[in-house]
T-cell receptor
Framework: EPEVTQTPSHQVTQMGQEVILRCVPI?????FYWYRQILGQKVEFLVS????????KSEIFDDQFSVERPDGSNFTLKIRSTKLEDSAMYFCASSGTSGSGAYEQYFGPGTRLTVT | AQRVTQPEKLLSVFKGAPVELKCNYSYSGSPELFWYVQYSRQRLQLLLR??SRESIKGFTADLNKGETSFHLKKPFAQEEDSAMYYC???????????FGDGTTLTVKP
């Protein structure tokens, strides 16, 4: 069964550094998402992406964040200048159409980002 | 605005006992409701979606629009059901999912 993959599984970076988190969505999916989960807190929506542009973003997704689909397979989340509070698990998800019409999202295993 | 409430952060039952994980939502339109499960050190996995009316691993969930609830139930809990369970709502096709805080279910032997 196809799966969403994410790399790296764990990223440690210093405050102020740029990081790029990578995701390979399921190949025939059209919609892509990033979520994050700060330790001990709920899963929070960051951004959704469709047809090569952002379709929705949350208030968390400020100018420090950007997303890109640089080629036909990868979907990346860039944080330009990391802050301590960016430390979290970042989940990528993708979805496509299903026969029932429900757009269930398939999640990757996550990248744990630690900002020191 | 979309909102999902899971009132129980922790839930502990004995093996073989019935279990119900509560989920209430707030949304002005017609929502899509989902239950996701996250086993220890594994990814979020879709467990159920209301539109399919399936029973997965013995779990069922019924959407009650009058009570705005989507509680997850299983008549006989198993130890392997121990995990974190998230209720999620999607308001539009392919739109964002809003997650509840999650409920950690522990099934004791």
């Amino acid at each position: 069964e196809p799966e969403v993959t994410q790399t790296p599984s764990h990223q440690v970076t210093q405050m102020g550094q740029e990081v790029i988190l990578r995701c390979v969505p399921i190949s025939n999916h059209l919609y892509f998402y990033w979520y994050r989960q700060i330790l001990g807190q709920k899963v929070e929506f960051l951004v959704s992406f469709y047809n090569n542009e952002i379709s929705e973003k949350s208030e968390i997704f400020d100018d420090q964040f950007s997303v890109e689909r640089p080629d036909g397979s990868n979907f990346t989340l860039k944080i330009r200048s990391t802050k301590l509070e960016d430390s979290a698990m970042y989940f990528c998800a993708s979805s496509g159409t299903s026969g029932s019409g429900a757009y269930e999202q398939y999640f990757g295993p996550g990248t744990r980002l630690t900002v020191t | 605005a979309q909102r999902v409430t899971q009132p129980e952060k922790l839930l502990s039952v004995f093996k073989g006992a019935p279990v119900e994980l509560k989920c209430n939502y707030s949304y002005s339109g017609s929502p899509e409701l989902f239950w996701y499960v996250q086993y220890s050190r594994q990814r979020l996995q879709l467990l159920l979606r209301h539109i399919s009316r399936e029973s997965i691993k013995g779990f069922t969930a019924d959407l009650n629009k009058g009570e705005t609830s989507f509680h997850l139930k299983k008549p006989f809990a198993q130890e392997e059901d121990s995990a974190m369970y998230y209720c999620a709502l999607s308001g539009t096709n392919a739109g964002k999912s809003t997650f509840g805080d999650g409920t950690t279910l522990t099934v004791k032997p």
